[in-house]
């Protein structure tokens, strides 16, 4: 019952963009053992945009979309809707989901060194997508292997093709996924923390290219991170993830100017400032609950400075608390409780 | 590359030596073989004509420099029971062991690695427990009692094989059965593990994530890796071959190298022990030095690292 009340309805977090949904995921939950870890994920994804999912460790920003692709361990029960173009996903033939993975629906991991496979060349790990869903074959494998190379910046592309993971830098690695990712042509590439195995210099560059890329291309951006400044330069919208929930989605600037749940006001002072002035960072105390304990009520309560009794017991539904702004916070929801309610009652109805 | 190999072959002879001193000194050390040739109640003017003909009235480390400079000449000495030449009465044994040898390991390979990659595939499935519990009864239960039980069943109690002995195709099945039997369970395991590594690497959720179908992941991704930890079991199993059979060829009374080991151990017989092992060291080693090349070959990491003098 209680999840019922915590799941927004998905007319309720529409897209920023008319162009109409590109993927829609409804109610994802995902369990472990027994353990729920990913409690009802509701967003949709519009062609082209960008979005950026962020949220600290164990909120559930990798299992969400991991669970999208079908790419959990058998060990996961997963259940809910992902529709992308109006085609479910979760649950279809093995052989469905292989053509819409790495051609329509691409993703890139953490730490590019082990997301490669160290005993292949990283030419063939790349020329494997464009076969597969671009029906490229032969020669012509190596010419636009190398063109890609060229695309993603990577530095002599044309010798690059037979060299092995291991004679890159970790920079180099996450350009040649990258590169992997586009070269089945995908509509989203959900791209999971790509930086933060990289230093500074190389994080940034390769952020930019993400950001140029998607322009080019016009394919949507999910880009995943701990860092809400990250993922404010890159994206125009951002959703935060706690405890396994969404707790605030909105436009990037929206989140900046007028952030709405106690979680998120949390990361924003927690963000060194603009003009690097040092200002004492104020870490947000306490830590994540394990999904084996999560509390019954607001799962940040334990943690919230703003806490009332309420929120011990009540999950607070994702509302919306102006045009395009989600919030799933009892106290800013005070205000607009009848408004709140009555979304509920159209959920139930 | 270069220095690589001499490396790894200067190694390989450290490796012969130290085996041939140590079988040198623990024959020569535990028994006289004087004794145990001659017989107890040989006379002493015999016994003393025995030591002195075949120089064990010597001190011990002039017996052992003769000993080493006779091996460098590819001298391997001479049978103190039968007299002829120790290589020609061992390699006269060889073809008997790897008749049963060679087929006991195309079976491990055979049985083994298929299930254990199957298991691992299907972990936790009710075949993987059964692959997992036949390969732990497998590898616990030792060769000789394994062997005991099935001639007890088969031999004696169906009468469907021979106890031992030579002679026919039947005489082999049981010995190669019985060693064919605890290395495939060994394999099992190893492979079963291996690809259970392999398989949470991130870099088949990456496969996966190209929408590249799971057989092919599996083919194409997994098994290229898993087979690097593998070779170096099957390189054990292959340096192996010659000196396996101990156990099984006197459970089944067959005239193998084994056979000629125990024979030559209980007399004493000095030169053909050390001939024999000389050989299962120099098989050990050699298989050894496969197995590092084949690493090179299949792991480009340590190709790398080769080429570059072990840096
Ligand atoms: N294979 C798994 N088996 C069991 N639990 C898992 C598994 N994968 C993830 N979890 C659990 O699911 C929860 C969410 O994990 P997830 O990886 O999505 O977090 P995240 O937000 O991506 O964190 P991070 O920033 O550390 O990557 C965590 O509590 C994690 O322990
Ligand atoms: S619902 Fe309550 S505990 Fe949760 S964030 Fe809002 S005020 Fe804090
Ligand atoms: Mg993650």
């Not at chain 1, 962020?54 to 990798?62: N, Q, R, T």
């Not at chain 2, 017989?39 to 016994?47: K, L, R």
């Not at chain 2, 075949?127 to 060769?143: F, K, L, Q, W």
Request: hydrophobic content about 50%.
């Amino acid at each position: 019952m209680a999840d019922l009340v915590g799941t927004a309805p998905a007319s309720a977090f529409p897209a920023t963009s008319s162009s109409g949904a590109l993927l829609t995921i409804e109610g994802l939950t995902v369990d472990f053992s027994g353990v729920r870890v990913l409690r009802g994920i509701d967003l949709t994804l519009s062609r082209g945009e960008s979005l950026g999912i962020v949220g600290e460790s164990g909120s559930g920003k990798s299992v969400t979309w991991l669970a999208t692709l079908g790419l959990l361990p058998r060990t996961a029960n997963v259940s809910g809707s992902v529709q992308l173009d109006g085609q479910e996903m979760l649950g279809v033939a093995a052989s469905r989901l292989d053509r819409i993975r790495g051609g329509r629906v691409a993703m890139i991991f953490q730490d590019p060194s082990s997301a490669l496979n160290p005993v292949i060349r990283i030419g063939k790990q790349v020329g494997e997508v464009l076969a597969r869903h671009q029906g490229v074959s032969g020669a012509n494998i190596r010419a636009e292997t190398k063109r890609l190379f060229d695309l993603v910046g990577l530095p002599d592309a044309a010798r690059r093709f037979d060299a092995y993971p291991h004679e890159l830098s970790g920079g180099q690695n996450q350009r040649v996924m990258i590169a992997m990712a586009l070269a089945g042509k995908p509509d989203v590439l959900v791209a999971d923390e790509p930086t933060t195995a990289l230093d500074a210099t190389i994080q940034a560059q390769i952020l930019d290219l993400l950001t140029t890329i998607r322009r080019e291309t016009g394919m949507a951006l999910v880009l995943i991170s701990h860092d809400l400044g990250v993922v404010s330069e890159t994206c125009e919208r951002i959703m935060v993830m706690y405890g396994g929930r969404v707790v605030e989605a909105a436009p990037s600037d929206s989140i900046f100017a007028n952030p709405q749940h106690p979680y998120t006001q949390g990361l924003l002072a927690a963000l060194p400032p603009f003009d690097g002035a040092l200002h004492r960072l104020i870490p947000i105390e306490g830590q994540v609950p394990e999904p084996a304990n999560m509390p019954p009520g607001c799962p940040f309560a334990p943690r919230c400075a703003q806490r009332m009794t309420v929120c011990k017991e009540t999950i607070p539904p994702l509302t919306q608390t102006e045009a395009g702004h989600f919030s799933a916070c009892i106290a800013g929801a005070v205000t607009e409780a009848r408004q709140s309610l009555k979304v509920h009652k159209s959920v139930l109805a | 590359m270069l220095r690589f190999a001499a490396i790894r072959i200067l190694r390989a002879v450290l490796t012969i030596a130290l085996v041939v001193t140590f079988a040198f000194l623990v024959l020569r050390l535990s028994g006289d073989p004087a004794r145990s040739i001659m017989g107890d109640d040989a006379s002493p003017e015999a016994m003393a004509a025995f030591r002195r003909e075949w120089g064990l009235d010597q001190p011990l480390w002039a017996q052992y420099l003769h000993y080493f400079a006779a091996i460098l000449h590819g001298e391997l000495g001479r049978s103190m029971r039968g007299g002829g030449p120790a290589l020609d009465l061992v390699l006269g044994r060889i073809p008997a062991t790897l008749m049963l040898t060679l087929p006991a390991l195309l079976m491990k390979l055979a049985i083994g690695i298929p299930a254990g990659i199957y298991a691992a595939l299907h972990r936790d499935s009710a075949i993987d427990r059964a692959v997992m519990v036949t390969a732990v009864a497998g590898y616990t239960v030792p060769s000789f009692v394994l062997g005991l039980v099935l001639v007890q069943v088969l031999a004696i109690w169906f009468a469907w094989l021979p106890t031992g002995g030579t002679g026919s195709l039947q005489h082999l099945i049981l010995p190669i059965i019985t060693l064919g039997v605890g290395g495939a369970a060994v394999l099992a395991r190893f492979v079963r593990s291996a690809m259970l590594e392999v398989l949470g690497q991130p870099y088949i959720r990456t496969a996966s994530a190209k929408g590249i179908p799971w057989a092919a992941v599996v083919r194409g991704h997994a098994l290229p890796n898993a087979a690097i930890p593998t070779v170096t079991i099957v390189g054990f199993m292959v340096g192996n071959l010659i000196a396996g059979a101990v156990v099984v060829e006197s459970v089944f009374s067959w005239p193998g190298l084994g056979n000629l080991l125990v024979v030559s151990v209980t007399a004493r017989d000095l030169a053909v022990v050390q001939c024999i092992l000389l050989l299962v060291a120099v098989a050990m080693v050699l298989s050894n030095l496969i197995v590092d090349f084949l690493y090179g070959f299949l792991d480009p990491r340590l190709a790398e690292a080769n080429s570059t003098g072990g840096h």
